[in-house]
Protein backbone atom coordinates (compact mmCIF):
# COMPACT_ATOMS: atom_id res chain seq x y z
CA UNK A 1 0.00 0.00 0.00
CA UNK A 2 0.94 3.56 -0.13
CA UNK A 3 2.35 3.42 3.78
CA UNK A 4 4.84 0.49 2.43
CA UNK A 5 5.99 2.39 -0.45
CA UNK A 6 6.50 5.65 1.07
CA UNK A 7 8.03 3.90 3.83
CA UNK A 8 10.40 1.90 1.32
CA UNK A 9 11.43 5.67 -0.57
CA UNK A 10 11.91 6.63 3.03
CA UNK A 11 14.78 4.25 3.79
CA UNK A 12 16.20 4.29 0.50
CA UNK A 13 16.77 8.19 0.56
CA UNK A 14 18.43 7.64 3.82
CA UNK A 15 20.31 5.01 2.87
CA UNK A 16 21.40 7.64 0.28
CA UNK A 17 22.10 10.22 2.34
CA UNK A 18 24.13 8.04 4.82
CA UNK A 19 26.53 7.03 2.06
CA UNK A 20 27.06 10.50 1.01
CA UNK A 21 28.43 11.47 4.40
CA UNK A 22 30.78 8.30 4.51
CA UNK A 23 28.91 6.30 6.59
CA UNK A 24 28.85 3.11 3.88
CA UNK A 25 25.66 0.91 2.67
CA UNK A 26 23.05 -0.29 5.22
CA UNK A 27 22.50 -3.55 3.22
CA UNK A 28 19.39 -4.32 5.53
CA UNK A 29 17.67 -1.00 5.10
CA UNK A 30 18.33 -1.45 1.43
CA UNK A 31 16.82 -4.86 1.80
CA UNK A 32 13.81 -3.76 3.24
CA UNK A 33 13.06 -0.51 1.54
CA UNK A 34 13.35 -2.87 -1.96
CA UNK A 35 11.32 -5.46 -0.29
CA UNK A 36 8.44 -3.13 0.28
CA UNK A 37 8.96 -0.84 -3.05
CA UNK A 38 5.78 -1.32 -5.10
CA UNK A 39 7.27 -1.63 -8.99
CA UNK A 40 3.77 -0.02 -10.53
CA UNK A 41 3.88 2.65 -8.45
CA UNK A 42 4.37 5.96 -10.15
CA UNK A 43 6.29 8.55 -9.13
CA UNK A 44 9.97 10.35 -9.10
CA UNK A 45 13.06 8.05 -10.15
CA UNK A 46 15.16 9.43 -7.67
CA UNK A 47 13.31 7.79 -5.19
CA UNK A 48 12.62 4.69 -6.22
CA UNK A 49 14.00 2.50 -4.16
CA UNK A 50 15.84 0.01 -7.19
CA UNK A 51 16.90 3.34 -8.72
CA UNK A 52 18.87 4.29 -5.89
CA UNK A 53 20.02 0.91 -4.97
CA UNK A 54 21.64 0.40 -8.89
CA UNK A 55 23.46 4.18 -7.62
CA UNK A 56 25.02 2.62 -4.65
CA UNK A 57 25.86 -0.59 -6.81
CA UNK A 58 27.40 1.60 -9.11
CA UNK A 59 29.31 3.39 -6.56
CA UNK A 60 30.50 0.46 -4.58
CA UNK A 61 31.93 -0.58 -8.12
CA UNK A 62 29.88 -3.65 -8.00
CA UNK A 63 29.05 -2.60 -12.08
CA UNK A 64 27.56 -5.87 -13.38
CA UNK A 65 24.76 -5.47 -10.64
CA UNK A 66 24.52 -1.86 -11.19
CA UNK A 67 23.88 -2.54 -14.92
CA UNK A 68 21.41 -4.99 -14.08
CA UNK A 69 19.27 -3.10 -12.07
CA UNK A 70 19.67 0.23 -14.61
CA UNK A 71 18.51 -2.31 -17.62
CA UNK A 72 15.41 -3.61 -15.71
CA UNK A 73 14.63 -0.05 -14.53
CA UNK A 74 15.00 1.19 -18.48
CA UNK A 75 12.87 -1.69 -19.80
CA UNK A 76 10.01 -0.86 -17.64
CA UNK A 77 10.73 2.69 -18.46
CA UNK A 78 10.31 2.00 -22.47
CA UNK A 79 7.21 0.11 -21.81
CA UNK A 80 5.59 2.66 -19.51
CA UNK A 81 6.51 5.44 -21.81
CA UNK A 82 7.99 7.12 -19.17
CA UNK A 83 10.08 9.71 -20.59
CA UNK A 84 11.15 12.00 -18.05
CA UNK A 85 13.56 9.16 -16.56
CA UNK A 86 14.70 7.79 -19.32
CA UNK A 87 18.29 10.61 -19.41
CA UNK A 88 19.17 9.25 -16.09
CA UNK A 89 18.93 6.52 -16.43
CA UNK A 90 20.85 6.43 -20.18
CA UNK A 91 23.56 8.61 -18.24
CA UNK A 92 24.16 6.02 -15.44
CA UNK A 93 24.25 3.11 -17.63
CA UNK A 94 26.80 4.92 -19.61
CA UNK A 95 28.82 5.72 -16.40
CA UNK A 96 28.98 1.83 -15.79
CA UNK A 97 30.06 0.96 -19.04
CA UNK A 98 32.48 3.28 -19.58
CA UNK A 99 34.16 2.34 -15.61
CA UNK A 100 34.03 -1.07 -17.23
CA UNK A 101 36.18 -0.45 -20.05
CA UNK A 102 33.11 -1.01 -23.00
CA UNK A 103 33.66 1.60 -24.81
CA UNK A 104 30.81 0.25 -26.85
CA UNK A 105 28.23 0.10 -24.32
CA UNK A 106 29.36 3.66 -23.39
CA UNK A 107 28.50 5.17 -26.35
CA UNK A 108 25.29 3.21 -27.00
CA UNK A 109 23.67 4.54 -23.60
CA UNK A 110 25.94 8.11 -24.21
CA UNK A 111 23.88 8.37 -27.54
CA UNK A 112 20.19 7.26 -26.07
CA UNK A 113 20.87 9.39 -23.29
CA UNK A 114 21.38 12.91 -25.37
CA UNK A 115 18.60 11.23 -27.63
CA UNK A 116 15.78 10.57 -24.81
CA UNK A 117 17.09 13.88 -23.25
CA UNK A 118 16.41 15.62 -26.44
CA UNK A 119 12.81 13.96 -26.67
CA UNK A 120 11.90 15.39 -23.02
CA UNK A 121 12.74 19.10 -24.00
CA UNK A 122 14.03 20.03 -20.54
CA UNK A 123 17.79 21.25 -20.21
CA UNK A 124 18.78 18.60 -17.67
CA UNK A 125 17.83 16.28 -20.15
CA UNK A 126 20.72 18.08 -22.30
CA UNK A 127 22.95 18.21 -19.79
CA UNK A 128 23.34 14.74 -18.97
CA UNK A 129 24.15 13.53 -22.59
CA UNK A 130 26.62 16.41 -23.58
CA UNK A 131 28.13 15.45 -19.76
CA UNK A 132 28.24 11.82 -21.01
CA UNK A 133 29.90 12.67 -24.48
CA UNK A 134 32.85 14.64 -23.11
CA UNK A 135 33.40 11.79 -20.50
CA UNK A 136 33.67 9.48 -23.67
CA UNK A 137 35.10 11.96 -25.49
CA UNK A 138 38.37 12.57 -23.67
CA UNK A 139 39.06 9.35 -24.84
CA UNK A 140 39.29 9.98 -28.36
CA UNK A 141 37.61 13.55 -29.55
CA UNK A 142 39.31 16.38 -30.40
CA UNK A 143 39.91 18.65 -27.47
CA UNK A 144 37.83 21.80 -28.74
CA UNK A 145 34.77 18.97 -29.03
CA UNK A 146 35.05 18.01 -25.39
CA UNK A 147 35.35 21.49 -23.96
CA UNK A 148 32.54 22.74 -25.63
CA UNK A 149 30.49 19.73 -24.59
CA UNK A 150 31.70 20.08 -20.67
CA UNK A 151 31.27 23.38 -20.72
CA UNK A 152 27.81 23.44 -21.97
CA UNK A 153 26.49 20.63 -19.86
CA UNK A 154 28.23 22.93 -17.08
CA UNK A 155 26.37 25.92 -17.73
CA UNK A 156 23.10 23.76 -17.68
CA UNK A 157 24.10 22.10 -14.65
CA UNK A 158 24.24 25.31 -12.90
CA UNK A 159 21.44 26.76 -14.42
CA UNK A 160 18.81 24.07 -13.54
CA UNK A 161 20.38 23.73 -10.12
CA UNK A 162 21.87 20.25 -10.61
CA UNK A 163 25.19 21.11 -9.02
CA UNK A 164 25.38 17.69 -7.92
CA UNK A 165 26.21 16.37 -11.53
CA UNK A 166 28.71 18.76 -12.75
CA UNK A 167 31.53 16.42 -11.62
CA UNK A 168 30.67 14.70 -14.58
CA UNK A 169 31.74 17.53 -17.07
CA UNK A 170 34.36 18.39 -14.78
CA UNK A 171 36.00 14.71 -14.94
CA UNK A 172 36.25 15.21 -18.64
CA UNK A 173 37.87 18.44 -18.88
CA UNK A 174 40.37 17.37 -16.19
CA UNK A 175 41.95 14.42 -17.90
CA UNK A 176 41.59 16.60 -21.15
CA UNK A 177 44.04 19.93 -19.69
CA UNK A 178 46.49 17.33 -17.90
CA UNK A 179 46.99 15.22 -21.27
CA UNK A 180 48.11 18.36 -22.99
CA UNK A 181 50.10 19.89 -20.54
CA UNK A 182 47.26 22.48 -19.23
CA UNK A 183 48.26 21.76 -15.29
CA UNK A 184 47.11 24.90 -14.22
CA UNK A 185 44.01 24.63 -16.03
CA UNK A 186 43.56 21.51 -14.35
CA UNK A 187 44.53 23.19 -10.66
CA UNK A 188 41.67 25.60 -11.63
CA UNK A 189 39.06 23.56 -12.31
CA UNK A 190 39.09 20.51 -10.28
CA UNK A 191 40.07 22.58 -6.85
CA UNK A 192 36.37 23.75 -5.81
CA UNK A 193 35.15 19.98 -5.99
CA UNK A 194 34.19 18.47 -2.94
CA UNK A 195 37.05 16.58 -1.24
Avoid at 80 to 104: C, E, H, N, T
Avoid at 112 to 133: D, F, H, K, N, Q
Avoid at 134 to 146: F, H, M, R, T
Amino acid sequence: GADASLRAESLASLSIAEFFVGRGVSESRMSEALALEDAARQGPLELRPRFIHALLLLWTLKLDESISVLLLLRTEAIERGQDVGMPFISFYLAIASLWKGDLGGASRYGGECAESGALTGEPIGRALGLAVRALIGVLGASPDQVRAEAGEALALFQSTNFLPYMTSPLLALGPLELSIGHTDQVDGLLCPMPH
